[in-house]
């Protein structure tokens, strides 16, 4: 295998992506632990939460609160999801420095998760996108299911490029193209990527991949191929859209740190660090994480129970 990414730069997902989709309420203090324990792991960017409307989605209800109240590592970038001028006035009001905007390259998945067509949204996030570069906020983009849609299924590739140089036009530095329900598999994000980078450099593009099917690590490695450098990962594989049936966690950080790790690629993340920081979210939640490698050190701290014909 011939790749030309030496270091890979990681957007931790799990504070917004991961518990928005949680059934139970998750207490502020534990969020403002976790985003915590994820600086203190050596990631770098880590999407501290969304201002979207609280009854659309309960678990990021309290934003402002997680934002005021995490101690701002200098080096860390904690960008928060904005969906129109009001959630731009809440990220103004909470001192918020960067932000993502967000739209599908399907129409009917856009509906649901915004209540807006794609041209709609671009029509919203024009006054949006100019009022935060005013302020000099950073501003990125994602373009969610760019390899299926719940409820249109396939989605033609040139959808997906035109709604990336769409956001790229209106002045994102990058943008994060998303497997929303984990349906891509890797032959397909190459051809995607090849149509993309016809268009846009490798440096404007992320990935962001649900495991949903297994396939999000080997997804990884296509883009990786293709010299994608930039990742979507949620700690302990935390996640899904609340709009999207079915949709489960994103690719687990921990599961990517292990494998560029192996790789001699360069994250700047200490995987035992980032394992305390999945352990500082788990308690809160009403079901175990799924990501593979913390399964696995969870397995290896458990005493291993011997079957009782073994010692008969
Ligand atoms: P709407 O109902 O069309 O909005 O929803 P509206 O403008 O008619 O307002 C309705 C009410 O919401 C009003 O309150 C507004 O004030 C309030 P009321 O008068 O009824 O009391 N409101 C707000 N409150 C707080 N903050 C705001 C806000 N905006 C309106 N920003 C809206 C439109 C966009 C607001 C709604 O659809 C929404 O919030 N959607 C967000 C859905 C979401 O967060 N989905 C998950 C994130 S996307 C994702 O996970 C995919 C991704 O991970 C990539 C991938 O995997 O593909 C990024
Ligand atoms: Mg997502």
New binding site residues.
């Given amino acids: 295998m011939k790749l030309t990414v030496g270091s890979v730069k990681i957007v931790e997902?799990g504070p917004r992506?991961g518990l928005?989709n949680e059934r139970v309420t998750i207490p502020t203090e534990a969020k403002i632990a976790y985003i915590t324990a994820l600086a203190d792991a050596g990631l770098r960017v880590i999407e501290a939460g969304?201002?979207?409307?609280?009854?659309?989605?309960p678990q990021?209800a309290d934003t402002a609160e997680v934002y005021g109240e995490i101690p701002k590592d200098p080096g860390v970038d904690y960008p928060v999801?904005v969906?129109?001028m009001?959630?731009l006035e809440?990220a103004l009001e909470s001192g918020v420095k960067s932000i993502s905007i967000?739209t599908a390259a399907s129409d009917t998945f856009n509906k649901r998760?915004?209540?807006k067509t794609i041209d709609e949204a671009f029509e919203n996030y024009v006054p949006v996108m100019a009022r935060a570069r005013s302020e000099g906020m950073r501003i990125r983009g994602?373009v969610?299911?760019a390899f299926g849609c719940p409820y249109e299924g396939d989605v033609p590739p040139e959808k997906v490029l035109e709604v990336c140089a769409r956001l790229l036009d209106l002045g994102c530095y990058e943008v994060s193209v998303?497997d929303?329900i984990g349906v891509g598999t890797p032959m397909q994000v190459q051809g995607v990527i090849g149509i993309l980078r016809q268009v846009i450099p490798a440096s404007k593009l992320a990935m962001?991949f649900?495991d949903t099917r297994g396939t999000a690590l080997a997804n990884t490695l296509a883009a990786l191929e293709m010299g994608i450098s930039a990742f979507d990962a949620s700690s302990g594989g935390l996640g899904g859209?609340?709009?999207a049936p079915g949709a489960s966690g994103n690719l687990a950080t921990e599961d990517l740190i292990y494998m560029l790790d192996h790789m001699g690629i360069e994250t700047g993340v200490d995987i035992r660090r980032l394992v305390k920081a999945s352990m500082v979210i788990a308690p809160h939640l009403d079901h175990p994480l799924p990501g593979r490698y913390l399964q696995a050190c969870m397995r290896a701290a458990a005493p291993v129970s011997v079957p009782s014909t073994a010692v008969q």
């Fill in positions: 997902v992506d928005q969304a201002f979207v409307s609280p009854k659309w989605v990021m999801l969906p129109n009001r959630g809440r967000f998760n915004i209540n994602y969610s299911t998303g929303t962001h649900h859209c609340p709009y």
